[in-house]
């Protein structure tokens, strides 16, 4: 016979230990509340005035909720650089005629970023593609992008987005043209017949996805915008506004010797000339440069005391058919990672006849690269010459000599050359390495530079003066891409000496919700064996990127797998990862290898909550995302609400839902 009072006890206790599980994973997946609580708790049908009209429906409220939960950091990095901005923009969509709630746009576009870029090659605070900016007059060339420019740039877009609208007769749609084009309202309207934008949302054909989540993104940050300490977003500190005279410059000049004559950081010229993307204004002829108010008069003195050959600190040179980028990178004594940063080249073996690249060279070296473009110079010709340095590298455990090569930008001939190494390429920890080159490579990574960055144990890299993203990248096995979106970085040249930069996986946090669901999809591809789950490596893959994907550390990794140097693996083999525990979901009827890894560095299912799942009797079915799903069309489909479903799978981000997803809808 049942104790009652016993039971109730353990009843009450488990129900406490139940609370207090959640309040220790307050940092986890943040649940989102159900529509119409969320409206009742904030508020909502009492909303400042918008020259918009704004509704207040599901897609908004979710999208509400993602800003102030999971993207609740990027949303207020967002308020504070608005602040740069506001007055600019707000005073440009005046004179243009258009409502002042368009400023918004550019928060949801581009987090008020002007080198923003996307995967579709729009860039700048509008994200204009380079044929619609052409059409409203901003310049793209080598040198010069307008589309960087914030003037320039809101002016092309407040008269873009009028025209739209004279086109339309409505802002939404004026919206929907601008994010997809004005070939896709015109489909969308014959599709649906209708001019009303929830109607073609409603419609899967009429409307790419993202398109429909569009608009209640865009309503969504108006809202908060415009009262953020409603939504938790207290004491925010907006950065001052942007305030300028203009200077002028007679031919190419440096936008570091700028702010030096200037004698403000070089980091604020750049804010200020963000359109000059090269660093540097265009060859030929005098440019109109921005300087911070007040620093017109030293600067026009000390520019004009400055001689022309010590104006320009970078240089280019034009692709010639035989050039690899090693070979250049020897030319002007500088590494291969610096020019592949100034000039955005994501594949090191592939650049094209013709093109132009931008040469960081430094100081006096300018006059060299210069001279050695039109004589034919070869700075790697003559190891021993009289005019080439050296400097040493010491073997660490680990090396090889193609990494050490790759490092310097030297070839692995060259290498061999120098130190008399054996047809195996044989080096050991502790042996010194000469690394000839035309100048003390200061910013290579030498014994000195590696001196200074500090690593700690929680996988943490402080940056040295010199260091850039490939060279960390390279030195403890991961992909650049991985660490700019382990740390949130939008442009990889603009990061400074010590900042401290996470090296390691399990810091899931900082990922996008669609990166995570592409890297859970991945981990069930492994195959389960035993204690270990093997993962095939695919092209491009690192250990380290590998690591990051299962959360463990490169260490445990490379001894699971006998690994020596983390750069040695191949596509197509196959590594082990030892499995934490298997948890199966749902109520026992899922596939028993859909395996899951919880581990100590990141969020998991409590144990009572994983059994009780499992004991769970609430029917339930399950819903596979096709081409085209929304969230909330699934949610109108299954008579729910976005909130539930995202409660039930726990879902952060109301768009990352992707085709061949399986979704838990409970019945009710």
């Not at 919206?175 to 001019?195: C, D, F, L, Q």
């Amino acid at each position: 016979m049942i104790n009652l009072r016993a039971f109730t006890f353990t009843a009450t206790v488990m129900a406490l230990f139940g609370l207090l599980l959640c309040a220790s994973c307050a940092k986890g997946p943040r649940l989102a509340k159900h529509p119409t609580e969320f409206i009742k708790d904030y508020d909502l049908k009492s909303l400042p005035k918008f020259d918009i009209p704004v509704e207040i429906n599901d897609r908004v409220v979710a999208w509400i909720q993602y800003f102030q939960g999971p993207g609740r950091r990027h949303f207020e990095r967002y308020l504070i650089r608005s602040g740069r901005y506001r007055e600019l923009i707000s005073q440009i969509l005046k004179e243009e005629k258009v409502p002042q709630d368009l400023i918004y746009i550019a928060l949801i576009e581009s987090g008020f970023n002007p080198h923003a870029y996307s995967s579709a090659h729009a860039v700048g605070l509008w994200q204009f593609i380079k044929a619609t900016g052409k059409r409203y007059g901003l310049n793209v060339d080598g040198w010069e992008d307008d589309r960087r420019d914030p003037y320039k740039s809101t002016r092309a877009a407040a008269i873009h987005f009028r025209d739209m609208y004279n086109d339309y007769g409505d802002w939404y749609l004026a919206m929907v043209g601008y994010n997809a084009g004005p070939g896709r309202v015109k489909k969308a309207v014959e599709i649906t017949g209708s001019r009303n934008f929830w109607d073609m949302a409603n419609h899967n054909k009429a409307l790419r996805a993202e398109t429909r989540d569009y608009i209640p993104k865009f309503m969504a940050a108006a809202i908060m915008a415009k009262m953020p300490e409603r939504f938790g977003f207290k004491n925010i500190q907006y950065e001052k506004p942007l305030d300028f005279e203009i200077g002028e410059v007679d031919g190419q000049t440096d936008l570091k010797v700028i702010a030096e004559c200037a004698g403000v950081d070089e980091g604020e010229m750049k804010i200020l000339n963000a359109h000059f993307y090269r660093s540097a204004t265009p060859p030929g002829g005098k440019y109109s440069v921005r300087l911070p108010r007040g620093t017109k008069d030293r600067f026009q003195i000390a520019y004009a005391k400055l001689p022309k050959e010590e104006r320009i600190r970078i240089v280019q040179h034009r692709v010639q058919r035989g050039d690899t980028l090693s070979k250049i990178a020897r030319k002007y004594g500088i590494r291969m990672d610096a020019i592949a940063s100034a000039n955005g080249l994501r594949n090191h073996s592939h650049i094209s006849v013709g093109r132009l690249l931008t040469i960081p060279v430094k100081g006096s070296s300018a006059a060299y690269a210069a001279v050695s473009r039109e004589s034919g110079l070869d700075s790697g010709k003559s190891a021993g010459s009289a005019s080439s340095k050296v400097l040493y590298h010491t073997v660490k455990s680990g090396d090889t000599a193609g990494g050490v090569a790759k490092r310097y930008g030297v070839t692995v001939a060259k290498l061999r050359e120098w130190n008399k190494l054996s047809a195996r390429l044989t080096i050991r920890a502790g042996q010194k390495l000469k690394i000839y080159g035309r100048e003390s490579r200061g910013d290579s990574i030498s014994e000195t530079v590696a001196s200074k960055s500090v690593t700690s144990s929680n996988g943490r890299h402080m940056l040295a003066k010199g260091e850039t993203l490939g060279q960390i990248a390279m030195r403890y096995g991961i992909t650049t891409a991985e660490i700019m979106a382990w740390n949130d970085i939008d442009d990889p040249t603009r990061i400074h000496a010590g900042r401290i930069l996470v090296v390691r996986g399990g810091e899931e946090q900082v990922l996008q919700p669609q990166q995570k669901a592409e890297i859970t999809a991945t981990r069930l591809e492994s195959q389960v064996r035993g204690n270990f789950v093997e993962h095939k490596i695919k092209p491009g893959e690192t250990l380290g990127g590998i690591a990051s994907l299962y959360r463990v550390s490169l260490a445990d990794l490379k001894a699971w797998n006998n690994i020596a140097d983390p750069r040695s693996i191949k596509a197509g083999k196959s590594v082990k990862i030892m499995r934490s525990r298997e948890v199966v979901m749902g109520a026992g009827k899922e596939d028993a290898d859909s395996t899951s890894f919880t581990l100590p560095s990141g969020p998991s299912m409590p144990e009572h909550e994983s059994s009780m799942e499992a004991a769970s009797v609430e029917p339930q079915t399950t819903y596979t995302v096709r081409s085209g799903d929304t969230l909330w069309g699934i949610a109108r489909k299954h008579n729910v609400t976005i909130a539930q479903i995202q409660q039930w799978n726990e879902l952060k981000d109301p768009s990352a839902v992707k085709p061949g997803k399986k979704l838990t809808i409970l019945k009710k």
